[in-house]
């Protein structure tokens, strides 16, 4: 059974910075893409960030040019550094697999202040 435990959140200031970790464990990591999700308040789910197998990232509008997905397979761990924060990044934060998803994690909270 695959495992998903994030980790980094905290409380920031905007304009601030995090770098999110997430390990994967169950599976065959380095064959999958992976990506970022969150989920704010009242909102539903949205990928932010995602990598390829080979690490070609790509990005949410709404991130481009603010967050950076990368990954260390030997590891077995995704990352999401986070720069230039702003309210409204505020949100529970989870990783997973891009397309067919595994069970979620328990996330981890990302609080921007203003």
């Known amino acids: 059974q695959v495992q998903l435990v994030e980790s980094g959140g905290g409380l920031v200031q905007a304009g601030g910075s995090l770098r999110l970790s997430c390990v994967v464990s169950?599976?065959?990591?380095?064959?999958?893409?992976m990506g970022w999700y969150r989920q704010a308040p009242g909102n539903q789910r949205e990928l932010v960030a995602g990598i390829s197998s080979g690490g070609r990232p790509n990005y949410a509008d709404s991130v481009k040019g603010r967050f950076t997905i990368s990954r260390d397979n030997g590891k077995n761990t995704v990352y999401l550094q986070m720069n230039i924060l702003k309210p409204e990044d505020t949100a529970v934060y989870y990783c997973n697999r891009i397309a067919t998803l595994w069970s979620w994690g328990q996330g981890t909270q990302v609080t921007v202040s203003s």
């Open positions: 169950g599976s065959i990591f380095s064959i999958n893409s």
